[in-house]
Structure formats: C-alpha cells, structure tokens
T-cell receptor, first 116, second 116 residues
Framework: AQTVTQSQPEMSVQEAETVTLSCTYD???????LFWYKQPPSRQMILVIR??????QNATENRFSVNFQKAAKSFSLKISDSQLGDAAMYFC?????????????FGKGTKLTVNP | DAGVTQSPTHLIKTRGQQVTLRCSPK?????VSWYQQALGQGPQFIFQ???????QRGNFPDRFSGHQFPNYSSELNVNALLLGDSALYLC???????????????FGSGTQLSVL
C-alpha cells in the first residue's frame, strides 16, 4: 500500500520570504501523480500543484513550485514571496496512475503560518 | 457554477444512531468520492461512485455505505455510529477519466460530524 509522510507538523515563514514544505512517499508503482493541496479554515481542499511521475520537469504554478526527486521518493513544495493568504494546512497526496484507481492517499499535513 | 455542495455543514449524533450526509457534484461532473478527515489527520478515502455504482472502496467497515443518484448527487450513510466516527466528511467530484486530461478534483467544504 502507498503511504505519504509529511515530517513537519508546523512551519512558519515571514511575509515575502520563501518556505519549503517536505513530503516523502512510498510506492512500488512507477507511474503515478503527486499533488499538494491547501486547506484553509473554510475546510475546502484546494489544489495547489500537480506533478506527473513520468515528467522529469518540476511543476510550477506562479509562486508555487515543486522539487520532485523520483528516485528518492521526495516531493517538496516551495512557496516564494509568501503572502498572508498562504496560511493554511498543506497536504501532500499520491494517486496511482493505474486505470480505475482515482483515490488519493494523503499525508497528515503541515500547518503553515505566515507572519506579517 | 456552485461547485461541490455538501449538507448539512454540521451534525451532532449519539452513539448507535445512523446518519446520512449529502453531496451535489460540480456541474458537468459524474463521479463522486467521499473522504473522512479525523482531527489532525489527512483525509482518508472511503469510496467512490460512478454510474450509480461503488467503483472503488477504501479500508472502511460495511457500516459505511453510499448511493449515487441519476443526477450524480450522492449520499454517505453511516450506521451504528461510534465515537471514532467523529470527523469532517469531505465529498469530491470529478469527471471519470479526467485525470488523463488534467481535469481537477473539486472538493466541497465538508460536513463536520460529532458523535456523543
């Protein structure tokens, strides 16, 4: 079974600075997807960024980028120019690319605080 | 577009009772997944419904059951409630096969269930 581990329960960053959230995963599959989701106090999970395992290039979405190390099974999220609105719980998630399997496996999350 | 809507937002039940949670998917989506998020944890996959049938199931007992209607809306039923069933229940909708086309998974804001 696949597992996702987020080793940082809490992180803090100063506004406008850069922060990196860590995520490792365990799988025997070679093809899969990795995600970072943001969960603000409204509780709705919002997709931040997605990475396909077959792509060597790291995904980027505006101020958000990932460092995907397939051999090390590592998938970190970098937030640049942090804003107050970035404060939330962040969850790393895994999904198999096997047909018919759409379930996400989530880590326990990292609470990000942004200090003004 | 209303996105994914869930009802009720909060619910209080007593041990042994039964509960029904409801979810309306985002317009155009035909697949609904349910997740349980205990306090301080990441969401855990319960099951997914497509074409009114359970398509995939996570590691949850038979007390958890579901239904999908012809209009794609879905219900999650939990029988014989236990204290440990207290959690945030999230519904997510997608278009089947959508991941292959970069289609996003959309989450609702959840139903907070408290079992006393």
């Amino acid at each position: 079974a696949q597992t996702v581990t987020q080793s940082q329960p809490e992180m803090s960053v100063q506004e406008a600075e850069t922060v990196t959230l860590s995520c490792t995963y365990d799988t025997s599959e070679s093809d899969y997807y990795l995600f970072w989701y943001k969960q603000p106090p409204s509780r709705q999970m919002i997709l931040v960024i997605r990475q396909e395992a077959y792509k060597q290039q790291n995904a980027t979405e505006n101020r958000f980028s990932v460092n995907f190390q397939k051999a090390a099974k590592s998938f970190s999220l970098k937030i640049s120019d942090s804003q107050l609105g970035d404060a939330a719980m962040y969850f790393c998630a895994y999904r198999s690319a096997r047909g018919g399997s759409e379930k996400l496996v989530f880590g326990k999350g990292t609470k990000l605080t942004v200090n003004p | 577009d209303a996105g994914v809507t869930q009802s009720p937002t909060h619910l209080i039940k007593t041990r042994g009772q039964q509960v029904t949670l409801r979810c309306s998917p985002k317009s155009g989506h035909d697949t609904v997944s349910w997740y349980q998020q205990a306090l301080g944890q990441g969401p855990q996959f319960i099951f997914q419904y497509y074409e009114e049938e359970e398509r995939q199931r996570g590691n949850f007992p038979d007390r958890f059951s579901g239904h999908q209607f012809p209009n794609y809306s879905s219900e999650l039923n939990v029988n014989a409630l236990l204290l440990g069933d207290s959690a945030l229940y999230l519904c997510a909708s997608s278009l089947v096969g959508g991941y292959s086309t970069n289609e996003k998974l959309f989450f609702g804001s959840g139903t907070q269930l408290s079992v006393l």
